[in-house]
């Protein structure tokens, strides 16, 4: 056995893992696709919907990648692209869903000074309560 094929060996072990999950990441890459595409419908969704399609289209090339490095020849250089595209896929995510909480509590504190401008709570009278 060379070091070549000793290499190649320990590379898919390594990937072992992820290939096992290779089906589960096709799927959410796939889900992730048709959310983003679903989010296009709406105002908001114009802005960020490119984050889920994006995210998608990466997850969906690691399961390949890491699917080439347990079908093919164990190479070393597929492995680090799918690890690559894991991290990118992580990242994507996280910018997401930060997006998404900043968003929430905007909404929240909108909805919460409505309320209050609602209810005549700044001072001034009630909207149903009479007033002057």
Request: zero cysteines; a neutral charge.
């Amino acid at each position: 056995m060379t070091e070549t094929d000793g290499e190649a060996r320990i590379v898919k072990d390594l990937a072992i893992p992820l290939y096992q999950a290779k089906g589960w990441m096709k799927f959410l890459a796939v889900m992730l696709i048709l959310g983003g595409v679903v989010t296009i419908l709406t105002i908001w969704g114009i802005l960020v919907a490119w984050l889920p399609i994006w995210a998608g289209v990466v997850l969906y090339q690691a399961a390949g990648a890491v699917e080439e490095v347990q079908l093919g020849s164990g190479r070393r250089e597929a492995f680090e692209r799918a690890l690559g595209k894991l991290k990118t896929f992580f990242m994507i995510s996280g910018i997401f869903n930060l997006v998404w909480v900043i968003v929430s509590l905007l909404g929240v504190f909108f909805g919460i000074g409505m309320m209050a401008v609602m209810s005549g709570g700044m001072g001034g009278p009630g909207m149903m309560g009479g007033g002057y």
